[in-house]
């Protein structure tokens, strides 16, 4: 069986950062984790919307720092920034009445970040777009916006077919091996009617670490 990584994880101490930065003892550790895992479930399902690429977790003595990464800032922060306190009080309730403090940040080109390309054609998918149609176009975009590279795959009944399959389009370089290169990964499923059709993005940009 082919031994896979995921990209992101792989890249970690070189050109890429932690998702959770905390610092907990053992007997802690398991319930701030799952803590992090229902705060970004809650925030990506009230957000579905606003193109939530990323969610970081940073946590202090009593106190949460949230940084959303989203494509459209706006409809998080809400007329006067309504939506954004209304979100702030809820997932303080998630994490037991701690004191939260949310960022908002914007992703300049989201055709460019592997989540919400992965989430756009998964969307395409649910809306009964040719599979390859939505592949494709989603390369096109990506390399004329300057990509080095962008690997697209889905994997399960395509097109209403009875067998499942896997389908992959690639154009560019994407070396997965070469740690220095900036490689995103980005993984969404759409739930057609014929089933759940997984769709795995890896683009290649130019050399730069995680902050963007």
């Not at 096109?140 to 896997?166: H, P, S």
Request: charged residues 30%; contains cysteine.
């Amino acid at each position: 069986m082919g031994q896979k990584v995921n990209p992101i994880g792989f890249r970690l101490p070189v050109t890429k950062d932690w998702r959770s930065r905390w610092f907990a003892h053992k007997s802690d550790f398991g319930n701030m984790l799952l803590e992090d895992l229902r705060v970004r479930d809650f925030i990506k399902k009230e957000l579905e919307h606003a193109a939530v690429s990323r969610i970081d977790v940073e946590r202090f003595a009593n106190r949460i720092r949230v940084t959303v990464y989203s494509a459209r800032p706006g409809l998080v922060i809400g007329r006067k920034g309504a939506e954004i306190d209304r979100l702030k009080e809820a997932v303080s309730g998630q994490v037991g009445g701690k004191e939260v403090f949310l960022d908002i940040k914007e992703v300049k080109q989201p055709e460019l970040n592997a989540q919400l390309v992965a989430e756009n054609i998964s969307q395409q998918l649910e809306r009964r777009v040719s599979f390859r149609r939505a592949m494709k176009r989603s390369i096109q975009t990506a390399m004329d916006l300057g990509a080095e590279g962008i690997r697209v795959r889905c994997a399960g009944r395509l097109g209403g077919a009875e067998l499942a399959r896997t389908e992959q389009y690639k154009d560019g370089k994407v070396p997965l091996h070469t740690l220095r290169e900036t490689i995103d990964f980005g993984f969404a499923e759409a739930q057609t009617l014929a089933g759940t059709i997984g769709v795995k993005v890896w683009i290649c940009r130019k050399q730069e670490t995680e902050g963007e």
